[in-house]
């Protein structure tokens, strides 16, 4: 690995081997359109100026950059938590949807759908159209729909249609299929809100310039807190991968700064019950794009197991596949029990109730050695979502 | 000379192309069915490689595939299965399906693969035109496989005569914005995109497919094309009744006056 080798996406959509647009002739000039404006959409000025500000006066940016004294001196290191957990919804994802929903106001669209798993990004679009006055439609698994019932309606009270998904394993994968055939059969007036750094060219781009705005406040509060506008290390989890894009995005290019990925390993890489890609996957084509993904030998898309249904997800962000091939990033695998147990430590040493996908970037403390060293956590999202989770599980 | 091109040579009009799924409703009825097809007096089959996340097909091709799947269908099965293909039938067979599997078989033997068993063309939505040109047109030439391009109403003039540039066989035209089953009559929209196609004098040969499903849609289409092609209300008759003596009556209610 060289100093130069450059992480962002090249013009073709890809990073390294994996990326691309493999999506039906039918969708194609739905991404045509997007991938030939995104970038001259985002770069004008009056578009920054109104992200900017919704960031800063709706969602209630910049997040705290916190030094967290007491883990601190529990692992003998200066460890920084990026409060993304206290964004507006709880989570990190409303900076990518409000960066999209002036994307489609910019291309003329009229109606916006999205998928959602565990309902975070879901919440987040059904916020955003809220927001805009815009027509919402959200596909959720119907599996997911029963576990995750609190974000159903959260999502219905703000005024988005939810459609149940039914199809395969009525999970995530299957929304995000729902939600590409909604779009195959809309294709003028409607744009597609995708929750993270998956999916054909342009969105794992797009999606994490939106989310890049994490390790951009990271530089400036890292530099008033240290005198320095790094780190040497980044933790971040990652399902299909939007945090950790947006977390190590400003730092891809800085060998100094070591990037982790906490993966999810359900109940053990050596198990069925899994979703750690990087560790089980293989590469290949998930919703529109070639990456990592975990599949059986025939190329069917497998489905996948995590207690925390935001890292639930069989493929990878191909940013990600190729911070992983490359070695740029280091990849962990957290069981369930570890990411529980990180989400009680740091609840009970910072006061600071993770969300279950956050607790298994926590758990990656107990995994490397960081003695001495500057490293910030993405603390992903707020952990009130997941209370029924924690209380299941009861070890408290 | 690919048995495509055979067709189009002998046949201008009312070509009819039918879809059925690989190992649907039962795991061995492929050739079965694929002999029913050609004795009913199909020009020409297709048959769809069952993927896990078909994001292109509706609940009806979907449910198939899940069916097809559930029962230990596979590519590597399905191309075991037609090993005598070319034994039983003389008609054009196209394998239509998502890229994953294709890739995960190994993309090379599965074109070698292709031209040993018989089939003279794939379909594979999900591979796009630039991907196809700069990675796999060699390997398909090489087998004289055909891969077959989808157009829709929304693709632009400059893209159909590109994709018409690197076609072979035929150009699937997709009737509307739509995933595979949707039911609908023609609509006068439908009509000017088809007839704006038409008035492009291209190369290649054209079938319409999505949304037609009977006797009348297939009129309807043919009009504006060399034919058409049939797939969900072919599965549904499967569902219904999937008998030699089912399937000949359905294919016959398309074709005959």
Redesign the interface.
């Known amino acids: 690995m060289t100093s130069q080798e450059n992480y962002k996406v090249n013009s073709?959509g890809y990073y390294g081997k994996y990326g691309?647009?493999?999506?039906?002739?039918?969708l194609?000039?739905n991404i045509f359109e997007l991938q030939e404006n995104y970038l001259e959409i985002m770069n004008k000025s009056s578009f920054k100026k109104e992200f900017h500000y919704l960031l800063r006066d709706y969602v209630g940016r910049p997040t705290p950059l916190y030094l967290a004294h007491r883990m601190s001196e529990k692992y003998q290191a200066q460890i920084f938590l990026k409060r993304e957990d206290l964004c507006h919804t709880g989570a990190h994802k409303v900076n990518n949807t409000i960066g999209q929903i002036l994307l489609a106001k910019s291309l003329h669209k009229k109606k916006i759908i999205a998928e959602t798993g565990a309902g975070q990004h879901g919440v987040a679009t059904a916020t955003v159209c809220a927001l805009m006055g815009m027509e919402c439609i959200i596909y959720m698994g119907a599996v997911d729909m029963v576990r995750q019932r609190p974000n159903v309606e959260r999502m219905k009270i703000l005024g988005a249609e939810i459609r149940a998904a039914q199809?395969?394993s009525k999970t995530l994968?299957?929304a995000t299929?729902e939600a590409?055939?909604h779009w195959?059969?809309?294709?003028?007036d409607t744009h597609y809100i995708i929750g993270s750094v998956v999916g054909p060219h342009p969105y794992p781009d797009l999606v994490a310039r939106f989310q890049s705005v994490i390790s951009e406040e990271i530089k400036f509060q890292l530099n008033e807190q240290i005198g320095r506008d790094y780190p040497d290390m980044v933790i971040a989890c990652v399902g299909g991968g939007s945090n950790a894009a947006g977390a190590f995005y400003h730092y891809l290019d800085r060998s100094e700064v070591q990037l982790v990925a906490a993966e999810a390993a359900g109940l053990g890489i050596d198990h069925k019950k899994s979703a750690a890609t990087t560790f089980l996957g293989?590469?290949?084509?998930?919703?529109?794009s070639k990456t990592l993904l975990m599949?059986t030998?025939?190329?069917?898309?497998t489905e996948p197991y995590s207690i925390s249904a935001g890292l639930d997800y069989p493929g990878i962000g191909p940013l990600h596949a190729h911070l992983f091939d490359s070695e740029r990033a280091f990849f962990c695998a957290v069981t369930d029990e570890e990411a529980m147990h990180a989400g009680i430590a740091l609840s009970r040493l910072e006061g600071i109730i993770p969300a279950i996908e956050t607790a298994h970037a926590i758990s990656v403390l107990e995994k490397i050695e960081i003695k001495d060293k500057v490293v910030v956590i993405n603390v992903s999202g707020r952990g009130d979502k997941d209370l029924d989770t924690y209380i299941t599980w009861g070890k408290y | 000379m690919n048995r495509i091109n055979e067709v189009f040579l002998k046949k201008k009009k009312r070509v009819l192309n039918i879809y059925f799924t690989a190992g649907y409703p039962k795991i061995d009825d492929t050739l079965r069915i694929a002999r029913a097809l050609e004795a009913a007096g199909v020009d020409i089959i297709e048959i769809g490689i069952p993927y896990s996340d078909p994001i292109a097909d509706g609940p009806t091709i979907q449910d198939s595939s899940q069916n097809a799947l559930d029962a230990g269908m596979s590519l590597k099965l399905l191309m075991r299965q037609l090993q005598d293909l070319r034994k039983y039938v003389n008609i054009p067979v196209i394998l239509m399906g998502y890229i994953n599997p294709v890739l995960q078989y190994g993309f090379t033997e599965f074109c070698q693969n292709c031209k040993k068993v018989g089939i003279d063309g794939v379909i594979l939505p999900d591979l796009p035109m630039q991907e196809y040109i700069e990675i796999y047109q060699q390997t398909f030439e090489k087998y004289g496989i055909y891969n077959i391009f989808l157009i829709t109403p929304q693709t632009s003039k400059q893209r159909v005569l590109q994709i018409n540039e690197a076609s072979k066989g035929f150009i699937y035209m997709v009737s509307s914005a739509s995933i595979t089953g949707a039911k609908q009559e023609i609509s006068q929209e439908q009509i000017d995109y088809f007839e704006c196609i038409q008035k492009m004098n291209l190369s290649v040969e054209r079938l319409i497919g999505f949304g037609i499903s009977n006797k009348e849609t297939f009129d309807n289409a043919c009009q504006y094309a060399s034919g058409a092609i049939i797939g969900s209300a072919f599965i549904n008759q499967l569902k219904k009744n999937n008998s030699d003596e089912a399937i000949s009556s359905f294919v016959g209610s398309i074709i005959n006056p």
């Open positions: 073709n691309g647009a493999y999506v039906p002739e039918m194609l000039p199809s395969g994968k299957d299929n590409m055939r195959i059969n809309h294709p003028t293989t590469e290949g084509i998930l919703h529109g599949q030998p025939d190329g069917q898309v």
